[in-house]
């Protein structure tokens, strides 16, 4: 608990007050060149106090109406002297000797001035306002170090980590002495002063601190507040610094004080400056890898979360989404009850990776005809071999008795683990549909195993009962030629406002009992919360006399049914394949038949505005006369630049560009440049068994040609991409 509160009051800070932090953190970088372009400018004999008798002459000389601000002398026989004109601060070289202006002298000292003023004052006397943010950026450099032990891994967190503890020092100096001297803790004190008086002479205030302080020579002086001068120099040999007011001369040990100085870097002059400059740089580098690891993380939310150094695993295989949903509430109510939990998609994950962890709990669904779902059909291939001893696992499997192989997917991944020498450690459950209830109850016995007391996480929200009617049917591909495929698009109207994205499914069961069929919508809520859009292919299948007849749901979708009829049907969200979360990052979209019926909505989206990103679509299908679905629209989002680009692949027409894996290659550099250098996301939806392997292959090839991997790289980094979302497939099976 007292965990959650600093991870999350260390990010929430920084984020709520980044511009704050990040205007202090820059000003105070820029401001820690002044005592370096000082130590650079100045002479060896810099910084030589000079004799109060010459420097009264010269003040007389240079400033006879005594608007004198501040004096400095950085090179023999020349003083620097700002002066304030009607609000204006200027700074201005004058020799010692003649009390001559030196006017090629470029000063940059008022710069630093009004750098400095944003920095202490947000130029408008917010000085409350810094206060506060510097007291709340010590509280996030403080906890920083207490969330995690430094470990070095070459990633944007390990990096964070070990700088966060290595700069610990240097950032909290800089930072802390800043709480100190809003605080006025460790600076010097000296008499109130009244303001009333009016400004003190810069001249006038010297003399009295000879007179009275035995002051003897000047190293600096400036005018506090209108009535207050603090002057460094030397009194009988010895360094010496006094406040003076109207009524007193205040000896002080040192002004600024060693406080300031260590905050402003001028304690050991240019150095000083030079290390205040690392602190700031440490401070933005921190920053920045903190907000990017977190913002990656946010994005991979649905891939990959978790604790860096977890030592249980909660892995999910789903085909649409339940299972990952489930898991990763038990991520979160594991995580509640103090244990260090990763949650992960089977799909980006490798055999061996298991080995690292105490536990792993696996949630599994059942995909087509008993099969594991697609996702994550390469780890299952990856495990015949692998050597998982001391690898202690449990299942929960997700299924529906009204399918001949019930939990299949789940019980496959179960036997392979064994096989691979894994030992289960809870026995396997199976959930008939509704997975709430059986969920709650095996999270429980995890619990136990793993020695902790879940978090009350509530079973996430599944489905969606909803009642729609159909408005339109139209026929999709050319019905004269029987090359095609008979595709229809079914535009549904709901009575109720409907919540829902493109891409998230629509299930049809075709009668009482039946399974529902997913079907992938092709609108959004955002645009019209009451119209639900699908592109149906008919199946045809054996029925069990061998005749062909036509596949249930679809059969209903596209034969059965008419306009003005109504289905009863069940929503499902599908987060995994809803349009990017940044909606400027851009997007390729990869077709195959009736696999555009998710983009059809993505582009939607696009078209009112609610993308930005640049959005590009490769369609294959067979014949650009027969089934180019969606066809004229997609050539007038095209002209309309909603589509930054569109190709489209053939296969049955000479010259059509064959599938959609030749067009990808074909545009191996583009696709290239969008996936690495704008970094895209890319879906594919399509049929499981052609597309899926078509267009990893291809992908492949792509990085390995455009990227100069090796052939292991490349799926290493496509699984990568897929672990962090950058890659997700939707395979119709
Ligand atoms: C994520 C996803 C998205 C999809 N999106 C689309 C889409 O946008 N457009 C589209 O046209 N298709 C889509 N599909 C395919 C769709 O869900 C159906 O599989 C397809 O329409 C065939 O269903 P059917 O009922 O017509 O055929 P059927 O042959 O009657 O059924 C197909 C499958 O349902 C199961 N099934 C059938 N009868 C029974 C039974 N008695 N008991 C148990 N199980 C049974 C079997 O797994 C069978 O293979 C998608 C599939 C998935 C997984
Ligand atoms: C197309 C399809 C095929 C399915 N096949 C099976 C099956 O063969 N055996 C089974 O027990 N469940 C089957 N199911 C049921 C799913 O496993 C179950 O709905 C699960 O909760 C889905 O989880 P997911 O969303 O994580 O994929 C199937 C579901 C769909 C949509």
Partial sequence: MIKKILVWSHRWLTLLLLPLFALIIVTGAILSFAPMIKDASSGPEAQEPVEVERLLQVLARVDPQARSRALEFEEPGIALVEFSRQGQREWHAFQMETGQRLEERAIGADFFHTVQHLHKHLLLDLDIVVDIATYLMVLVIIVGPLLSWPRLRHTLVGWHTVLGWVGFPLVLMVSATGVMMALSLGTPQFPAVDRDQGHMPMAQAIERAVQEGGLTHVRDARRMQTAAVAINGQAGGEAVAFVVTRDHVTQVGRYPGLVTELHEGTWAGGWSGALNLLASALLMVLMLTGLVSWGRRGLQSRRRTGDADADILVAWASQTGTAARLAQATTEALRDGGARVMGASLAGLDASELKAFRRVYLIASTAGDGQVPEPARSFLKALEGANLKGVRFAVLALGDSSYTHFCAGGLTLRDALRQAGAEECLPLVRVDREPAEPWTRWLQDVGE????????????????????????????????????????????????????????????????????????????????????????????????????????????????????????????????????????????????????????????????????????????????????????????????????????????????????????????????????????????????????????????????????????EAQARLRQWETEGRLRLDLID
């Fill in 449 to 712: 195993d793993v020695g902790v007391t879940p978090g009350a996480v509530e079973a996430p929200r599944g489905d969606q009962p909803v009642t729609l009617t159909l408005k339109r049917r139209q026929q999709l591909n050319d019905p004269d030629d029987p090359v095609t495929h008979e595709v229809w698009s079914l535009d549904w109207r709901s009575a109720e406002p409907l919540t829902f994205r493109p891409g998230d499914l629509l299930l049809v069961a075709p009668g009482e009992g039946e399974p529902g069929r997913p079907y992938s919508i092709g609108s959004s809520s955002e645009v019209d919360p009451r119209r639900l859009l699908l592109t149906v292919a008919l199946t045809t299948r054996q029925d069990a006399k061998g005749n062909d007849c036509w596949g249930k749901a679809s059969g209903l979708l596209c034969r059965g049914l008419k306009e003005g009829d109504t289905l009863d049907a069940t929503l499902r969200p599908h987060p995994d394949f809803n349009p990017p979360e940044d909606p400027a990052r851009p997007m390729i979209m990869i077709a195959a038949g009736c696999g555009i019926a998710p983009f059809v909505g993505f582009l939607e989206e696009q078209a009112q505005g609610l993308r930005s990103g640049p959005a590009w679509l490769i369609f294959g299908n067979r014949k650009r006369a027969g089934d180019y679905f969606h066809g004229e629209q997609l050539e007038r989002w095209r002209a309309a630049g909603v589509l930054t680009r569109l190709d489209t692949a053939f296969s049955r027409d000479p010259d059509g560009g064959g599938y959609v894996q030749d067009r990808m290659r074909a545009e191996a550099r583009t696709l290239w440049e969008w996936l690495h250098a704008r970094n895209a996301v890319l879906y594919a939806c399509g049929n499981a068994k052609t597309l899926g392997e078509g267009v990893r292959t291809a992908l492949s090839e792509v990085l390995m040609e455009q990227g100069g991997l090796a052939p292991e």
